[in-house]
């Protein structure tokens, strides 16, 4: 009797371990694969195209962020914005504070070269954010498209990083800031 | 944005950049979700087929990569896009001399045609398995290249 009464104990203690439950998942995904290729929802799915099925976008992640900021500032000063620092930064120090101004393009120089070194991955902060949203932005609605290179070199980098793309997308609405851009020039147009 | 910058009077190389911005959009899930969206979708098409059309072979090369990054993320419900990029793809292998961007842009040919038969459809109406026959004796092609190329018969 007493023999009887255990084997029922394991029964349910197995049902019960955490371990059941991966079998059960282990389980349920091979019979879905077995269920797949006997019956695929399309035929494709039945060949081996291994290329075709490999999904990583292309993406363009080089970079050297000190050459491109430099880049930027000695573009813009000599397009006639006078002290790009300052001209660029207005909308932060409105009285022109250069030091303030410099401090920014500092941040930015360093967050890209972060971004560099770590493309795809989540490395600038709520308050660096703060800073070169509103820089990259001001730099974008103040040149003439055929100006833009450079910006857009700093925007293809900054694009890169998860917390940016996330922060565009959703928490400060990314698609109005790219459509404020498009439509500006559009009205330009 | 993109169409400002692919439009007649940009010069080459910010249109480049233009595309290359677009291009690492699809870095994240977030954005990717933005692309697909109807504002964003049919400008970056009409930056792919203007881009392919270009003079500038980095353009083109450009273009091609943004063609395959939409064929990855682009939902095959949405037919019309997807066969404005396809034909202006297949246009494109037809004339393109840069091996690289022949392998992108018949990546991204596997990629809209895997799994959807209109598409299928499509690349046999414009005769892609004659194109696919011809590249595959190019010496010229790489060796990467000419496995796509296996597959993509195996689609077509």
């Known amino acids: ?189 | 944005m993109i169409k400002t910058f692919t439009g007649p009077t940009s010069v080459a190389t910010t249109k480049m950049m233009a595309l290359r911005v677009a291009c690492n959009l699809f870095a994240h899930t977030s954005s990717q979700g933005y692309i697909v969206g109807a504002t964003c979708k049919s400008a970056i098409v009409d930056a792919i087929v203007a881009g392919l059309l270009g003079t500038e072979a980095n353009v083109r090369e450009t273009a091609a990569a943004l063609a395959y990054n939409l064929s990855i993320v682009l939902p095959k419900e949405d037919t019309d896009a997807t066969v404005e990029v396809v034909s202006a793809v297949q246009h494109a292998v037809q004339t393109e001399t840069s091996s690289e961007c022949i392998f992108r842009l018949l990546a991204a040919l596997g990629h809209f045609a895997y799994a959807n038969d209109d598409i299928v459809a499509l690349l046999q109406g414009l005769e892609t398995g004659l194109l696919l026959t011809r590249l595959a004796q190019d010496p010229s092609i790489l060796q990467k290249t000419k496995a796509l190329i296996a597959e993509l018969v195996q689609l077509v």
């Open chain 1, 1 to 189: 009797m007493k023999k009887k009464k255990k084997k029922k104990k394991r029964g349910q203690n197995f049902l019960l371990r955490p371990g059941f439950q991966v079998l059960e998942t282990k389980i349920f995904e091979l019979s879905a694969l077995v269920k797949n290729s006997a019956a695929p929802s399309h035929p494709h799915e039945l060949l081996s195209v291994p290329t075709i099925k490999a999904a990583a976008p292309a993406l363009m992640t080089q970079g050297n962020p000190p050459a491109v900021v430099q880049k930027l500032k000695q573009f813009l000063t000599a397009n006639g914005m006078g002290d790009s620092a300052v001209v660029v930064c207005a909308h932060v120090s409105p009285k022109g504070d250069a030091s303030v101004a410099t401090d920014r393009w500092d941040v930015l120089e360093k967050v890209l070269v972060s971004i560099v070194q770590q493309p795809s991955s989540s490395v600038m902060s709520t308050s660096d954010f703060a800073i070169i949203l509103p820089l990259a932005g001001s730099l974008l609605t103040r040149l003439q498209p055929e100006q833009q290179f450079p910006v857009l070199d700093i925007w293809r980098l900054l694009i890169l990083d998860r917390n940016v793309s996330t922060n565009l997308t959703t928490v400060n609405g990314m698609p109005v800031v790219l459509e404020k851009v498009f439509i500006f020039y559009s009205r330009k147009k």
